[in-house]
């Protein structure tokens, strides 16, 4: 990124400006040094071989004296030139590791930003179409205008529930702590696959009920991806299961489906966000970035595995609680 880039060059300026200052302060501090124990060693060598000239050394003397200055300001010199080339390079490679962090907050802030108007903008535009199909005919009648406000009321108590979690997410670092509550999943399940396009294609496989005790909005926004994303990524006609299991402590749901596929280089990073690999135009596109943030943030695990061209399989992972 450009801005990161700039950033790490003014901060590299910074540490090597430092790095001179430093080096520059303690060449002159050599340079005094070495001068007085240079000074005082001729003093003592013309005293012994009587080549001072009243309160002067001789005339070559004084020249030896100016030369050994001019070779150790050279030198001096020279160590600086290694200093600013060296130290340019370290300052450079320290400031990129200072700006790590920050640049992968930023991302992932970035990413945040990218899911929530990707998950935002589904309900917006069902309640846009109702409300626009319901203008349209001025003769709608009454039961009908009630079944459009009664939708749009759905989709604005979701919007509700989704923006309260992402704002909460935000805040917490990925922690979903608080607004916990129980509730039965496969009802929620049931619920939510009714409430889906290609509905009649799901079936559910889970005992006649489970209490958990979750992040509510969470955990029907992570299904719901991995719904959507069955249907999207499949023929029509093709069934798609969702399994519901208690494994001592651990709830584990898998949502298969058979179409296509991911291929196999592609698998590790569907869970990226705007990664669509070869598949581009039937990319898996930002929704599965979310239900990764969602899931880890659950404190559980999701994942896939395919077979290109036959079957692919979701698993998500939840403790219990």
């Known amino acids: 990124m450009k801005l990161f880039t700039s950033a790490t060059i003014k901060l590299a300026s910074w540490y090597l400006l430092i790095l001179m200052m430093v080096s520059l302060l303690f060449s002159c501090i050599i340079f005094n040094i070495a001068r007085s124990e240079i000074d005082a060693r001729l003093q003592g060598f013309a005293v012994k071989r009587g080549l001072v000239s009243g309160s002067s050394l001789d005339k070559p003397l004084s020249e030896q004296m100016e030369a050994t200055d001019t070779n150790l300001i050279i030198s001096l010199a020279y160590l600086n030139l ?8 370290i300052a450079y490679l320290l400031a990129q590791r200072t700006l790590e962090p920050i640049e992968a907050a930023h991302q992932a802030q970035s990413r945040f930003v990218a899911n929530a108007s990707h998950q935002l903008r589904t309900p917006l535009a069902i309640m846009k179409a109702e409300a626009e199909l319901a203008l349209h005919n001025p003769k709608t009648p009454k039961s009908e205008l009630r079944q459009t406000l009664a939708s ?69 926004e992570v299904i719901a991806v991995l719904l959507d994303n069955a249907v999207k990524h ?69 994942s896939a595995r395919s077979t290109p061209g036959k079957i692919t399989t979701f698993t998500l992972s939840l403790p219990k609680r």
């Open 234 to 302: 499949s023929p029509d006609t093709s069934p798609i299961d969702l399994t519901i299991k208690l494994l001592k402590t651990t709830v584990v749901i898998t949502v298969t489906n058979r179409g296509p596929g991911i291929n196999t280089k592609d698998l590790p990073h569907i869970f990226e966000r705007f990664y669509s690999g070869q598949q581009h135009a039937n990319s898996y596109g930002l929704g599965l970035s979310l239900a990764h943030q969602l899931t880890r943030a659950l404190g559980g695990h999701i």
């Open 82 to 89: 290694v200093v600013l080339l060296g130290g340019g390079v």
């Open 152 to 220: 749009n009321l759905e989709e604005i108590n979701r919007l509700n529930e989704l923006a309260t979690m992402l704002l909460e997410l935000s805040h917490s670092e990925w922690q979903l702590s608080s607004n916990i509550e129980k509730f039965d999943l496969v009802e929620l399940t049931n619920n939510l696959i009714n409430s889906r396009p290609g509905k009649e294609r799901v079936t559910l496989h889970a005992p006649d009920d489970l209490a958990v005790t979750m992040n509510r909005p969470a955990v029907r």
